[in-house]
T-cell receptor, first 114, second 113 residues
Framework: EDKVVQSPLSLVVHEGDTVTLNCSYEVTNFRSLLWYKQEKKAPTFLFMLTSSGIEKKSGRLSSILDKKELFSILNITATQTGDSAVYLCAVGNAGGTSYGKLTFGQGTILTVHP | DAGITQSPRHKVTETGTPVTLRCHQTENHRYMYWYRQDPGHGLRLIHYSYGVKDTDKGEVSDGYSVSRSKTEDFLLTLESATSSQTSVYFC????????????FGSGTRLTVV
């Protein structure tokens, strides 16, 4: 059974801090790892990673994948109150009819105080 | 949002009653998914569909059934609702087999009393 574990489960920081969110996985037929941000409603897509060691960057957010050690990190620098959300990690399966199916971690609740 | 709507947005129902949630898309995407979200569990897959009348079970399918008679609609039915099915339900769509560009609906908050 595919498994995705995120840590920490919750994190409280102050504006301007840098945070690192972790995601480890065990999945057969790994295809990709995705990060989503969820505020009040639906998750919204942040990054998709398929290759080890290549950093994806968008503004103050960046992410990298290590396929040997089976983990990914999401970094947020100079945090703002608008970064407060649940961050979800998901892994995509490439096998058979499971192709494209995502398995999600529990999520990390990030709270940024002014 | 991006051509996917869920209905109802909120529902309170009694234990033992059947409940149907609807996911409607205007994107003509082939793949559709139903997830539930509970504290401490993230999103867990209930059922998914890879075409009209083609569906398969996810990891938490017990007590749920689905139907997809048209490309645009994917229905999730709780055959006899239980309190353990109190949750937020999300539908997601994906255009094709190689894309991971999931788009999520806004969710249905279901409370079973």
């Amino acid at each position: 059974e595919d498994k995705v574990v995120q840590s920490p489960l919750s994190l409280v920081v102050h504006e301007g801090d840098t945070v690192t969110l972790n995601c480890s996985y065990e999945v057969t037929n790994f295809r990709s790892l995705l990060w989503y941000k969820q505020e009040k409603k639906a998750p919204t897509f942040l990054f998709m990673l398929t290759s080890s060691g290549i950093e994806k960057k968008s503004g103050r957010l960046s992410s990298i994948l290590d396929k040997k050690e089976l983990f990914s990190i999401l970094n947020i620098t100079a945090t703002q109150t608008g970064d407060s959300a649940v961050y979800l990690c998901a892994v995509g399966n490439a096998g058979g009819t499971s192709y494209g199916k995502l398995t999600f971690g529990q999520g990390t609740i990030l709270t940024v105080h002014p | 949002d991006a051509g996917i709507t869920q209905s109802p947005r909120h529902k309170v129902t009694e234990t033992g009653t059947p409940v149907t949630l609807r996911c409607h898309q205007t994107e003509n995407h082939r793949y559709m998914y139903w997830y539930r979200q509970d504290p401490g569990h993230g999103l867990r897959l209930i059922h998914y569909s890879y075409g009209v009348k083609d569906t398969d079970k996810g990891e938490v399918s017990d007590g749920y059934s689905v139907s997809r008679s048209k490309t645009e609609d994917f229905l999730l039915t709780l055959e006899s609702a239980t309190s353990s099915q109190t949750s937020v339900y999300f539908c997601a769509i994906r255009p094709d087999r190689t894309s991971y560009g999931y788009t999520f609906g806004s969710g249905t908050r279901l409370t079973v009393v």
